[in-house]
């Protein structure tokens, strides 16, 4: 199977670099980058600590996406918008693992499915989605006398709170008790913010170091709590998602799912 890499010289990209190289069964056709990046016309095997692999990175996205199966994409939600239409056209299928998306973002993502396979997750982790049902099964089972509180930490570059991974989680506790995420989170406490409202589903955001990502899912009841949580340790476990996600929407016809359609889990 023939896949582009979009951001194929930052830290991300260069870990789905080498997760195809060491991948059976796929290959890589194109490592995009954008405009004016200092990483053009270099060979994408050695800037991700491979041997040469006869693969340049470019910035010809049209002919990027022409070139390849499926698009894996971890970029910035305006450059997302763009791949989604490109894929959409060419009939290719979009991996989006971008974070930060609004859900503007999330309705070009659907619209351009009419179009092609899109698998969009905040976390292509497959033990961060089998946390996420398990979470929906708790938050169900316990109901609203259990408070949800979600922690998350990342490294010092991380540009956007909560993380994708978080309101992933955030979304899961929701569904599970039959409520809207936009209606009950809650974002930020500072002075005197009164009694915790019951259904409210809080978001807790620490930044620091090179933190891959850690998230705890509390569910703080009357006499007890149950605490649910993830470590990542090395961003390959993302690359790895990405890829199975890519392998399962091969030959499917065009449509908006989520990694719990590609695990089975709904």
Not at 43 to 56: F, H, I, K, S, Y
């Amino acid at each position: 199977m023939r896949l582009a890499i979009v951001g194929a010289s930052g830290r991300m990209g260069r870990t789905l670099v080498r997760a195809v190289a060491e991948t059976p069964g796929v290959a890589l056709a194109a490592a995009l980058e954008r405009e004016g990046s200092p990483h053009l016309g270099a060979d994408a095997g050695p800037l991700a600590g491979l041997p040469e692999t006869g693969v340049r990175i470019g910035a010809a996205a049209r002919a990027g996406v022409a070139a390849a199966d499926a698009v894996i994409d971890f970029s910035t939600p305006a450059a997302t918008r763009a791949f989604a239409d490109l894929c959409a056209e060419a009939g290719v299928a979009h991996i989006v693992g971008t974070t930060g998306l609004t859900a503007e973002d999330l309705d070009h993502l659907r619209a351009a499915a009419a179009g092609c396979v899109v698998v969009q997750s905040g976390n292509m982790s497959v033990g961060v989605n089998l946390l996420a049902a398990l979470v929906r099964r708790a938050a169900a089972t316990l109901g609203p006398e259990f408070d949800v509180e979600i922690v998350e930490m990342h490294h010092r570059h991380k540009v956007d709170a909560p993380s994708g991974t978080a309101l992933l989680l955030g979304e899961a506790a929701a569904r599970g008790r039959g409520i809207a995420l936009s209606e009950n989170s809650v974002r930020s406490r500072d002075g005197h913010t009164g009694a915790r409202p019951e259904g409210a589903i809080g978001f807790a955001t620490l930044r620091g170091g090179s933190v891959v990502g850690e998230h705890q899912v509390i569910l703080a009841g009357p006499s007890e709590r149950i605490v649910l949580g993830h470590v990542a340790e090395d961003r390959a476990l993302f690359a790895k998602g990405a890829l199975r996600a890519a392998l399962w929407a091969r030959g499917r016809a065009p449509g908006f799912h989520s990694m719990a359609d590609v695990l089975g889990l709904d």
